[in-house]
C-alpha cells in the first residue's frame, strides 16, 4: 500500500475552490479570520456519512458560537449534495470535488483498507484550519460516528 501525502500540524492548508449544492465557488480563503472545520467524506447520503453530517449540523450553533465554521467536501457531484442538504436539513457548506484534486492535495483520497481490500477512495479526514490558514488539527480515517463529537472537545476545550 502506497503512502498517501498526510498534512500535519502547523502545516499551511491547501488552498481550495470548489463550487456547493447550489453551484456557487466557496474558498478557503472565504473563511479567514475564522477558524473552520474541512471535512472530507466518501459519499452524501450514504449511512455514515449522514450520520457525520447531522453530528455537525447539530453541534454547529455551538461551533459558530465558538467562531468555527464547518465545511464538507466529497466527490459527489452538486446535485447530489442539494438532495443531501435539503433531505438532511444540512446548514452548512458541501463542496463537490469530483475529480479528486483537493482531497488528494490534503492526503484524504488514496489507498485505504476496506472490508480487508486495498482499495483506492476517499479517506474520512477532518481538519481544524486555524485564523490564519494554518492546520491545528488533523485527523486520517476517522469514524464518523465520533468526528463531531471528539473535534467539539479538542477545540472547543483550548
Known sequence: MTDTARLEVGDKAPA???PDAEGNTVKLSDFKGRKVIVYFYPAA???GCTKQACDF???LAELNGAGIDVVGISPDKPEKLAKFTDRDQLTF???SDPDKKVLT???AYGEKKLYGKTVLGVIR???VVDEKGKIEVAQYNVKAAHTSTFIQKKILAT
Do not use: Q
Open 16 to 18: 481550495f475552490s470548489l
Open 93 to 95: 457548506p458541501l463542496l
Open 57 to 59: 449540523r447539530d453541534s
Open 125 to 127: 479526514s477532518t481538519f
Open 105 to 107: 492535495e490534503w492526503g
Open 45 to 47: 447520503m450514504t449511512p
